[in-house]
């Protein structure tokens, strides 16, 4: 006899789906958290598979115990291996979640179960797929390895079961034929937010337990001798996406969970008071909704035990979300261009395909635009706008469109700085040992760098008149070089006419003046 799965793992694999089908679009936060009380709804449900994994054990060792057959004593050591296996695999994908959470920032103020970083998509891209700064593959390469290796062994375990092998949901997707990925894990968790890894990878560990249970379901038969799998059935609904476009069709396998492939003639499916057709075990359901929001889908399976001709009857209902066909534009960083550096920007197109997407930019501010990823975009900008004038980003697609306006900014004058100090007092053995003046710019989100293109150099000996001297670039020239080795306590130093030159600037730039007196 075998032990059913719960419907509490059914449900939140459609929540699953549903939230996944979400990330091509521009989520909120709220979103973002909702994948943590997903992820928390897996692990509750991965306890329940727990509960039932072992219910199924015991009765495994019962009966292998009460009859010390070579053969049930071989099947019982097989479930103890497995069990093993399952508990390392687990172990393994915790330890993966581990590292990620201490890299998205640990625990945030607000609850403790959820990183600062959760927006972070290059986290996961750096830890799960190549490290570019160590040359690396990442976690992810090892994971699919670790996925296929468990899987080959359940398949090992379950002796050539066909039924019993197409219950095991363990495994990892083929790449799509075209796609630029280039493996799983590249397909799997590239520029996926921090936010998303945790119910996937919870989810990988819920497939490898629900399988573990489908073979101890096999095993327990075996050790039983009994031709009938169940005494208990759950509906499950398995939707080909959780987010579907108005008019568009919604098309979901509903199956029984732990489901016999030759149910015969006492098994029978309903969806809203329908009959529908069976085919090892799985039943086809298509729908076509007529208005956008939460759709509900309410299930019936009837079953005959064949043992005890026992009739049950199984309620489910299961919700998805229908949108409607949406075009936008947004900004990754800010709603502002900076000259000299790449801006990024994003543009998210619901149940629009791809191919039909245009994007340009318009406007004033000199701009050009270039793809850089399946919803991301480089925007380059040459001259600053003027107050009321904007660069626009524009996306079209089928009928719809969304503009969106950006001001148009040099990148904002650097600091200069002497030993990370702008003024004040130096002692000579620091001032003598520094090689010239540093352009810095804080709190700036892009990648910039700019630098010092010339100073006058400034020297006011006490109680003697000034000596001054111009330098070219950020270091010292040999004239400048002297006046700063000849410095002595109670010399005044400084540094006049400063300019930088950043990024899309044509000249330098007068920045602040530097004042340091020698102690």
Request: aromatic residues 8%; proline residues 5%; positive net charge.
């Amino acid at each position: 006899m075998s032990i059913p799965k719960e419907p509490r793992q059914l449900m939140i694999n459609l929540m699953y789906l549903v939230l996944t089908a979400l990330l091509a679009l521009n989520v909120s936060a709220e979103v973002m958290n909702a994948f943590f009380s997903l992820n928390k709804g897996l692990e509750n449900s991965n306890k329940i598979v727990d509960n039932t994994n072992i219910t199924i054990k015991n009765s495994i060792d019962k009966q292998a115990d009460a009859n010390k057959k070579e053969v049930n004593i071989k099947y019982k050591n097989s479930a103890d291996a497995m069990l093993s296996e399952l508990k390392d695999f687990t172990a393994y994908v915790d330890g993966i979640k581990k590292t990620v959470f201490d890299a998205a920032g640990g625990p945030s103020k607000d609850n403790p179960t959820i990183p600062v970083n959760i927006k972070d998509k290059d986290i996961p891209t750096r830890l799960l797929v190549y490290d570019n700064a160590k040359k690396k593959d990442g976690m992810g390469v090892e994971l699919e390895k670790k996925i296929k290796e468990f899987r080959d062994k359940l398949i090992k375990y379950a002796d050539g079961d066909q039924g019993t092998i197409k219950s095991i949901s363990l495994d990892t997707e083929e790449v799509p034929k075209g796609s630029d990925k280039k493996n799983w894990a590249d397909f799997r968790f590239r520029q996926m937010p921090v936010a998303a890894v945790f119910p996937i990878l919870t989810k990988i560990q819920s497939d490898a337990k629900t399988s573990s249970a489908a073979v101890l379901n096999y095993i327990n038969g075996k050790v039983a001798g009994e031709d009938l799998k169940f005494d208990n059935f759950k509906v499950a609904i398995a939707p080909k996406t959780g987010y579907v476009v108005r008019g568009d069709k919604f098309e979901a396998d509903v199956y029984l969970a732990a489901y016999s492939s030759n149910p015969g003639q006492g098994v029978s499916i309903s969806v809203n008071g329908a009959n529908l057709g069976m085919k090892d075990g799985v039943a086809k359901y298509t729908s076509t909704p007529g208005s956008i929001g939460k759709q509900t889908v309410r299930a019936t399976a009837t079953i005959k035990n064949p043992l005890t001709g026992e009739v049950k009857r199984v309620d489910g209902t299961f919700d998805y979300e229908v949108g409607e066909r949406s075009v936008a534009v947004s900004a990754d960083k800010m709603n502002v261009f900076y000259i000299g550096v790449d801006n990024p920007v994003s543009v998210s197109a619901a149940g629009v395909s791809s191919n039909k997407l245009n994007v340009g930019v318009s406007g004033e501010g000199g701009g050009s635009i270039t793809k850089a990823g399946s919803t991301n975009y480089i925007v380059r900008v040459s001259r600053p706008t003027k107050p009321g004038e904007f660069c626009y980003i524009t996306a079209n697609a089928d009928g719809l469109s969304d503009k969106k306006p950006f001001r148009v900014k040099r990148i904002p004058d650097p600091v200069a700085r002497l030993s990370n100090k702008a003024n004040g007092a130096m002692g000579t053995g620091e001032f003598k040992a520094q090689g010239g003046v540093g352009a810095f710019l804080d709190n700036f989100d892009f990648d910039a760098k700019c630098a010092i293109v010339g100073f006058t150099l400034v020297r006011v000996p006490k109680r003697q008149d000034a000596v001054r001297e111009a330098n070219d670039g950020a270091r010292y020239n040999g004239k400048c070089r002297g006046l700063i080795d000849q410095a002595k306590p109670g010399d005044t130093y400084y540094f006049e006419d400063v300019k930088a030159k950043c990024p899309g600037d044509n000249a330098g730039r007068p920045i602040n003046p530097l004042v340091f007196t020698i102690k």
